[in-house]
């Protein structure tokens, strides 16, 4: 807010307009709004972002590289000088423990205390900070895996919309490459399981119409595992899945659970004899092989990606690579949750360069809306049709033997209307 020059006025009604000036100044400091042609965050020489990333889970499961491939594509945007002249000042990621209430505590700190323009990554199924950061006017960016990525004007996925509101569109590509694994759809009856909770339950509903729409008869479908912690016993769902096709198993089994109900779910199938294809989009992570337990669990399953394999040898991919490398200091074992940091970083940037010198909320999201580019790590990108549906792309990967192996390549499909 401007300030007024009086040059007859009584001292106390001075103080009185200084203090007011100040409140609503901090008062516009914290909601995200523009001030002066200059933006919460924004300095002459740099552009303040933070992350949100499930470091720790009740169930063991962590997303902790996240944060260390956003570090390595903002390391590598900073060594080649920047955006338009600004450093970027990344200050990690606050870790929300996989809990809603962390969620949008993170969220309220970064804003009104760190004073971030944006955050990517945001990783976390528990996105519970959404409405308040598309509130306060805070360009987000993640994995599009939860409904809080599709629809908001400040929250984007780096893979676009994923899990879209009716009304919006759905992506054919795990659907489509595991066609392909199985010699076809037409004929062929998959169980889809996921866990007991709100994303678990919107997974079922995408996911059942999108394998219906593909050709798979869909003779099992839902979301019941506790969320809190891993079963210690699988037989009452290994048994329900195992005669949901007439009284026998399906010829696939989809899980849309994170790696310790992956690991625990497929052990128990195995041991059943159960010989159809099992399949996740979790389980690509090299640092599971180190360990035999997790290398036998996962052993054949087909893992779908929304994003170029390791197993390329694209110069992006070998970009990716050197800067992870570089970011950690050393060869580390790569997994899907570096390529999320880096992808969220990534797209960022991408929209920041585009909104030039004059960096404001409302200038980032004039960039956004034109936004276009091509052959990317993960396909095709374009702005807004990515915050109503996905890229569109996808690949599937079999870890057999020790190591993945592609088993559908990376291509981009034409997505279809979600009811």
Not at 108 to 126: C, E, G, N, Y
Not at 145 to 165: A, S
Not at 365 to 389: N, S
């Amino acid at each position: 807010m401007p300030r007024r020059n009086r040059t007859r006025t009584f001292a106390a009604a001075a103080a009185l307009l200084l203090a007011a000036t100040a409140c609503n100044s901090a008062a516009t400091s914290a909601s995200g709004g523009d001030k002066g042609g200059s933006a919460r965050g924004v300095s002459d020489d740099s552009i303040k972002v933070g992350g949100i990333v499930s470091m720790t889970t009740s169930s063991g499961y962590s997303k902790r590289d996240t944060d260390l491939g956003a570090k390595a594509r903002y390391d590598r945007a900073n060594a080649e000088g920047g955006v338009n002249g600004r450093k970027i000042d990344y200050l990690g990621a606050e870790d929300d423990g996989q809990n809603p209430a962390k969620n949008l505590a993170a969220a309220r700190k970064l804003v009104q205390q760190d004073k971030v323009f944006a955050i990517s990554p945001m990783s976390s199924v528990t996105f519970s900070g959404a409405d308040f950061l598309n509130k306060e006017q805070v360009p987000t960016f993640g994995w599009g895996t939860v409904p809080q990525f599709c629809g908001p004007e400040y929250i984007y996925g780096f893979t676009g919309c994923l899990v879209p509101m009716p009304g919006g569109t759905l992506t054919q590509a795990w659907q489509k490459g595991l066609a392909e694994v199985m010699g076809g759809a037409r004929g062929k009856s998959v169980a889809i399981l996921a866990n007991d909770n709100d994303a678990g339950t919107f997974a079922i509903r995408t996911y059942k119409q999108g394998f219906a729409a593909a050709g798979f008869d869909v003779t099992y479908a839902k979301a019941v595992v506790p969320a809190t912690s891993t079963p210690s016993d699988w037989s009452a769902y290994t048994k329900e899945i195992l005669r949901s096709d007439g009284g026998k198993a399906p010829d696939a089994v989809v899980s849309v659970m994170q790696t310790p109900y992956n690991i625990g779910l497929f052990t128990a199938l195995k041991r059943t004899g159960y010989q159809g294809v099992l399949t996740d989009p979790t389980d690509y992570d090299p640092g599971l092989l180190a360990k035999s337990t997790s290398r036998k669990a996962l052993d054949g399953v087909h893992v779908l990606l929304t994003f170029e394999p390791f197993e390329s040898d694209s110069a992006r991919m070998k970009q990716f690579k050197a800067d992870i490398r570089k970011a950690a200091g050393k060869d580390v074992p790569l997994n899907m949750h570096m390529m999320t940091g880096y992808m969220s970083a990534d797209l960022f940037l991408a929209i920041a360069e585009k909104a030039g010198r004059d960096l404001t909320t409302a200038s980032f999201q004039e960039a956004a809306k034109g936004f276009k580019d091509k052959g990317t790590l993960v396909g095709d990108r374009e702005l807004p049709m990515g915050q109503k549906e996905s890229f569109g792309c996808g690949a599937l990967v079999q870890l057999k033997n020790g190591r993945y192996e592609v088993s559908s390549p990376y291509r981009c499909y034409e997505p279809i209307p979600f009811k």
